[in-house]
Antibody
C-alpha cells in the first residue's frame, strides 16, 4: 500500500518561493505521474500540476508561470516550488499519485498547511 | 478556467438515497473524458470513491455508484450512513490540458 507524506515550511513571506516535498513509501516512483493539489481556505480543490520521473510535466494553466514540479528517484520524493507567492497561495497542499493517461488520483497525502504572510 | 459545478449541499436520513450532480461542458465531461469522485473528510486525505465514471476501487462499498450522461455526471449513495458525512468532489480532464475538480458538495446525514 503506497503512502505519501508532505513536508515543508508552514509559513512563507510574500514574494518568496514556496517549497514542499512529498515522500513516497511502499511503491515505485517511476511507474506513475505525481501531482500536487491545493485547497484554499473555504474553497474547493485545485490541481496544480504533475511530474513524471522522466522530467515530463504538465501544469494548471492558471499557475504555470510560477510552478515547478520535479521527481527525485534516488530519494523516492517529488517536490513543488511556487515562485512569487502572495496571500492567495495560502492553502492546504496535498500530494497525490496520478494514474498516467487515466487522469485521476488514487492515493493522497494527509496535506500540509502553508500560510503566506509577512 | 473551466469549472465543474456541484450543489453546495445535500442531506438525507440514515438509510435514504442521495444523489450529487456534477455539471461540466463540451470541453471536459461533454468531450467524453471520464469522471471520478472523491470523498473528503476535513483533516484527512481525500479518498477515491469512483473512477472511470462508474468503477469502484477495492474496499469502496457498493452503496456508492457513479453514472454519466452527456456533459453531466452523478454520484449516488444508497443506504446513507452517518460515516458518509463528508465533502464529495467530482473530477475530470479538460481539453485545456488541465485536471478539473468540481466545486464540492457537503453531505449531511440527518
Amino acid at each position: 500500500q503506497v503512502q505519501l507524506q508532505e513536508s515543508g515550511p508552514g509559513l512563507e513571506k510574500p514574494s518568496e518561493t514556496l517549497s514542499l516535498t512529498c515522500t513516497v513509501s511502499g511503491g515505485s516512483i517511476t511507474s506513475y505521474f505525481w501531482s500536487w493539489i491545493r485547497q484554499v481556505p473555504g474553497k474547493g480543490l485545485e490541481w496544480i500540476g504533475y511530474s513524471y520521473y522522466t522530467g515530463t510535466t504538465n501544469y494548471n494553466p492558471s499557475l504555470k508561470s510560477r510552478v515547478t514540479i520535479s521527481v527525485d528517484t534516488s530519494k523516492n520524493q517529488f517536490s513543488l516550488k511556487v515562485n512569487s507567492v502572495t496571500a492567495a497561495d495560502t492553502a492546504l497542499y496535498y500530494c497525490a499519485r496520478d494514474l498516467p493517461w487515466a487522469h485521476y488520483f488514487d492515493s493522497w497525502g494527509q496535506g500540509t498547511r502553508v500560510t503566506v504572510s509577512s | 478556467q473551466s469549472v465543474l459545478t456541484q450543489p453546495p449541499s445535500v442531506s438525507g436520513a440514515p438509510g435514504q438515497r442521495v444523489s450529487i450532480s456534477c455539471s461540466g461542458s463540451y470541453s471536459n465531461i461533454g468531450a467524453g473524458y471520464d469522471v471520478h469522485w472523491y470523498q473528503h473528510v476535513p483533516g484527512t486525505a481525500p479518498r477515491l470513491l469512483i473512477f472511470g465514471d462508474n468503477k469502484r476501487p477495492s474496499g469502496v462499498p457498493d452503496r456508492f455508484s457513479g453514472s454519466k450522461s452527456g456533459a453531466s455526471a452523478s454520484l449516488a449513495i444508497t443506504g446513507l450512513q452517518a460515516e458518509d458525512e463528508a465533502v464529495y468532489y467530482c473530477q475530470s480532464y479538460d481539453s485545456s490540458l488541465s485536471k478539473l475538480f468540481g466545486t464540492g458538495t457537503e453531505v449531511t446525514v440527518l
